[in-house]
């Protein structure tokens, strides 16, 4: 038995606080890079958007990330709470470093709107608005429902 068993029920909290805050980021910083690029560079309002997306992806979006990882992993570790040879698994955590190669793009159109760069059209940033809501459903759905459990 793990030493951890015991934190369970609080890794579980801490687990679904932290994907939640990472989440509402990964909701609100492409919706701001929406807005941003309607706005001219080097003006006043570009300079609001870029400290509004460096602070969110800072000091919200990659800690609660670091923490999801860092929690789901003790979560993994617990005796018997994965079937490992369940397909659900790998799907969700297939999801899980799609989402964490989706937060690296965030990163890279933040640092390009921080030099004041447009390489996208604003509908570019809509589509890619959808992404993370896609997949937190399956994420959802492999850990909540477990299909193809056998």
């Known amino acids: 038995m793990s030493a951890l068993m015991p934190w369970f029920p609080w890794l579980k909290v801490l687990h679904i606080l932290a994907f939640t805050s990472w989440m509402a980021g990964n909701f609100y910083l492409p919706r701001l890079f929406v807005y941003h690029s309607q706005v001219a560079p080097g003006t006043d309002e570009s ?36 079937d490992w040879s369940a397909p659900w698994w790998w799907i969700k955590l ?34 890619a608005n959808e992404v993370p809501t896609l997949l937190m459903v399956v994420i959802v759905i492999m850990i909540v429902a477990r299909p193809f459990s056998g």
Do not use: K, N
């Open 47 to 82: 300079a609001r958007f870029q400290i509004m997306e460096r602070r969110l992806l800072r000091a919200i979006m990659t800690p609660a990330m670091i923490v999801t990882l860092l929690s789901g992993g003790l979560l993994a570790s617990l005796p018997g709470l994965i």
């Open 94 to 127: 297939t999801t899980v470093l799609l989402l964490c190669g989706f937060h690296g793009f965030c990163a890279r159109w933040r640092r390009e709107f921080a030099a004041d760069q447009r390489l996208h059209q604003e509908r570019f940033y809509r589509i």
